[in-house]
């Protein structure tokens, strides 16, 4: 059976119609990827569409992959925008919503950690724009900001190195801000923790924990 190329150039159909055809047969047009690997460290693997497939270096990730980082492994995410998303070991995280537009600049980030910490350095943008890390227990939305956020047993923190972040609790809907250089932890159906200052020592932990060689 002709493939959707050789059909096309046997009809000569209009140009729009013709992308049409394509983006209703699979046959040429794929979605833009929302970032590509750019560390890594151990085996990373990724799944897409059903199936389960080691990483490689510039390999794409598309919205809706989820990357998978086993105990022996670390992994670095440069995104469209051009933020950059470090994973730990442990880690499971999905690439739940990514767009920019025509000039690069992020209008929609969204990432979903099932469990383990991220790390997500995120680039300023000139216009209206969210970035947002959810969890189990609640969400971490940022604007141009260096941040931390960490999954487990029923919980989630974040640690903030630069600019502000607003966590809310997915149960109560309530709120706490989230300045640099401090930190916050909610409990699953709680209210967040008032945030408070941060270590050294903490910030140094969570950096080498996603810090890709």
């Known amino acids: 059976m002709p493939n959707a190329q050789a059909i096309l150039r046997a009809v000569r ?4 119609v013709a992308v049409a055809f394509l983006l209703w047969s699979g046959g040429a047009v794929s979605a833009a990827p929302a970032g590509s690997v750019v560390g890594l460290s151990g085996s990373c693997f990724v799944e897409s569409g059903g199936q389960r497939m080691p990483l490689k270096m510039g390999q794409p990730v ?3 992959d989820t990357v998978d980082v086993p105990a022996d492994g670390k992994l670095k995410l440069r995104m469209t925008d051009g933020s950059v998303v470090s994973v730990a070991a442990g880690t499971r995280v999905t690439v739940s919503a990514y767009a920019v537009d ?16 991220l790390r997500a350095v995120v680039a300023p943008v000139g216009q209206p724009a969210s970035f947002e890390v959810d969890t189990a227990v609640g969400a971490a939305a940022a604007r ?13 923190q974040v640690g903030v190195l630069s600019g502000t972040v607003s966590m809310t609790s997915a149960v109560t809907r309530r ?6 250089r401090w930190g916050a932890r909610l409990e699953a159906g709680r209210d967040p923790v008032p945030a408070r200052i941060w270590s050294p ?13």
């Open 144 to 156: 141009g900001t260096d941040l931390f956020v960490e999954a487990s047993g029923g919980a989630m």
């Open 175 to 180: 709120s706490v801000t989230i300045p640099a």
């Open 13 to 16: 159909l209009p140009p729009l």
């Open 62 to 64: 598309q919205v809706s």
């Open 102 to 117: 025509g000039g690069g600049q992020r209008q929609t980030g969204k990432l979903t950690l099932a469990q383990g910490l």
């Open 201 to 213: 020592a903490e910030f140094q932990a969570v950096i080498s924990r996603t810090d890709v060689p």
